[in-house]
């Protein structure tokens, strides 16, 4: 089963072994670069076994406590570290205190990455435990030990038990789990708990995969943060005055965000436009004046410029902020609220939660990405394909009709005023669109725009026509539930230009 499973890292729980145990190694895993680790069984109870491939990772026993193993595994062939502990909790409640002892105080020998793999012979809620009613005092000492050490406990995609007993399973529970820190959370992406078919054990083996999802084709999308760079307003009037379109106005707005959008994307790259060359300079200026406060006291210039980049970093971090509020779609915080790290989180977790990394199709489990890409296409144009061609008629008569004042108010021409108000009421962090610009670049920059967005919605409203852009449109998938694995269980949302819903 391990080199079905294909993993890096395994540990295994109740081992039940004692003393040498390099030949039933071998049997487990066949591998010539394995390594491991063990805590001996007490009799026969517990024991863990940890093993790792050698040509990976470079593992070292850090902690050997009375219920856990802690490995610090150190990448070689890429910069990473981090930690594994192993757990086997006892049934016994008072004694799983001790667990949580133990594993708090290994937490405080190191920092950085931490993974707990265990079976901790205790759920969290009555859900994780078949026919369990009420909430039970071991319950809330587990949910305490994991709010109280930050962990995250991610779902578990594939199944509600890790173990079963009885011939029809009349007792099951989640007593397996992998809890990680947050360090090791926003190092990756992509983070998937998945339950694996077992074969001997009353336990169903798990699965933590962690990674970067697949790199696509990236578009324009604009960042907000560029609002409270000094002088954009200028620069955009700049950019949107430079050139000039002749056609219907709706050709020339179309026009006109392209122009924006190519000088955008060559200042982002700029220092100006990137948060990370800003954060770079600015500690770069701020370690060169360590390096000469270690040798002499700084001047009156020198503590002025150290005060004036202190600043410059706050005004970097607030941008930041921005950004990440902007990807996480939390648009319920404020601004300004020391966020970022929370946003950041949320938008991983977004990333994380909508990526479709398999799908069903005919039956059978498919994860590979162009024929998960050809089955969403062809699935929505069966969807969205009108096969009737007959229709209802429909006759109003006898039915309540608007009078003349209103009908004629309801058809008038759109007014300056109205437009406006429409525009500024929509929220300027919403999802943007295939032009990739957010409703707060056209609500800040309105004296710039305003002309040309009001003459191409009139001109809609007289001529019924709009360049065919600006219904250009994204289609999201939404999932219905947690792991979901057909398409019926997602929902289609989609992400229009953000000139269409003006009209």
């Not at 406006?420 to 919403?430: I, Q, R």
């Not at 003459?455 to 360049?467: E, K, L, R």
């Amino acid at each position: 089963m391990l080199h079905i499973w294909r993993a890096d890292v395994y540990c295994f729980q109740e081992s039940k072994l004692r003393g040498d145990i390099r030949e039933t190694i071998k049997e487990l895993w066949a591998n010539r670069r394995v390594k491991f680790t063990q805590l001996e069984a007490r009799g026969t109870k517990g024991g863990i076994i940890i093993l790792w491939d050698n040509s990976i990772w470079e593992g070292e026993v850090c902690e050997m406590g009375t219920y856990c193993i802690t490995v610090r595994f150190l990448g070689k062939t890429q910069d990473f570290s981090w930690h594994l502990s192993g757990v086997y909790g006892p049934n016994d409640r008072e004694e799983r205190k001790e667990v949580w002892w133990e594993l708090g105080a290994v937490r405080s020998l190191f920092d950085g990455p931490w993974v707990i793999a265990g079976d901790f012979n205790v759920v969290r809620s009555p859900s994780e435990k078949k026919n369990c009613i009420r909430i039970k005092k071991a319950m809330e000492d587990f949910s305490d030990f994991i709010e109280d050490m930050e962990l995250e406990d991610p779902p578990l995609i594939g199944g509600s038990f890790t173990w079963r007993k009885g011939d029809n399973y009349d007792t099951a529970a989640r007593l397996d789990r992998f809890l990680f820190s947050e360090e090791w959370e926003v190092s990756f992406r992509k983070i998937k708990q998945t339950i694996m078919p077992r074969v001997t054990s009353n336990h169903n083996p798990l699965l933590l995969e962690c990674g970067n999802w697949e790199r696509s084709l990236s578009y324009f999308k604009f960042e907000n943060w560029w609002l409270q760079t000094e002088n954009f307003n200028e620069r955009i009037k700049g950019w949107w005055d430079s050139e000039i379109f002749m056609g219907r106005p709706d050709y020339i707005l179309a026009c006109k965000l392209k122009s924006p959008k190519v000088k955008l994307k060559e200042w982002s790259r700029t220092a100006q436009g990137n948060l990370g060359l800003q954060k770079q300079n600015i500690l770069n200026q701020l370690y060169d004046l360590d390096v000469i406060q270690a040798h002499r006291c700084l001047s009156d210039d020198e503590s002025f410029l150290r005060a004036v980049l202190t600043v410059e970093f706050e005004k970097v971090a607030k941008k930041e902020e921005v950004a990440w509020r902007q990807r996480s779609r939390a648009i319920w915080l404020k601004e300004g609220d020391k966020n970022t790290k929370f946003f950041h989180r949320t938008a991983n977790c977004h990333k994380r939660y909508n990526n479709i990394d398999s799908l069903l199709i005919n039956g059978a489990n498919v994860s590979e990405p162009a024929m998960i890409r050809e089955e969403i296409i062809d699935f929505y144009q069966n969807l969205y394909k009108e096969n009737e061609h007959w229709r209802p008629q429909f006759s109003p008569t006898d039915q309540a009709t608007l009078n003349e004042e209103d009908n004629v108010m309801l058809q008038s021409q759109f007014g300056e005023q109205e437009i406006k108000e429409c525009v500024f009421a929509c929220a300027g962090d919403k999802a943007p669109g295939p032009d990739g610009f957010t409703m707060a670049f056209f609500i800040q920059c309105w004296e710039v725009v305003k002309m040309d967005v009001i003459a191409t919605i009139q001109n809609f409203h007289s001529q019924g026509y709009f360049d065919k852009s600006f219904n250009a449109t994204f289609i999201a998938l939404i999932p219905k539930k947690m792991g979901a694995t057909e398409l019926k269980d997602f929902r289609p949302i989609s992400l229009t230009i953000r000139s269409y819903p003006s009209y």
